[in-house]
């Protein structure tokens, strides 16, 4: 795998890491809309306690993924930082001979 591979790669994984943030975030979302509604009236304790640490969990996992994100992301800058010029010259040739 070359540098250009290798920087791909690594900018996918942080693509795909943020569609995880963002799919977790959205989960935390929906048990809370339904906590409100089980509040707002329903009040069943079986969903109130299940929800509830439902909740708990999830929050844990974004934790995670937040912690894992930012680590990886100064990791692929400083790959890029360290290897921009042989990226931007591997891109290069790929340029070249594309309009070949």
Known sequence: MDKL???ELMNKIVREL???QN???ALI???GKIEVDNMNGLNDSYLE???GTMHGKISENVDSINEIFAHFETQR???AEKNGAAIAAIE?????????
């Open 92 to 100: 290069a040739a790929a340029a070249q001979e594309a309009i070949k």
């Open 29 to 31: 979302a929906k048990i």
């Open 5 to 7: 591979q290798k920087f």
């Open 18 to 20: 943020e569609d995880l």
């Open 49 to 51: 306690q299940n929800l």
């Open 23 to 25: 799919s977790q975030t």
């Open 77 to 79: 800058d400083e790959y």
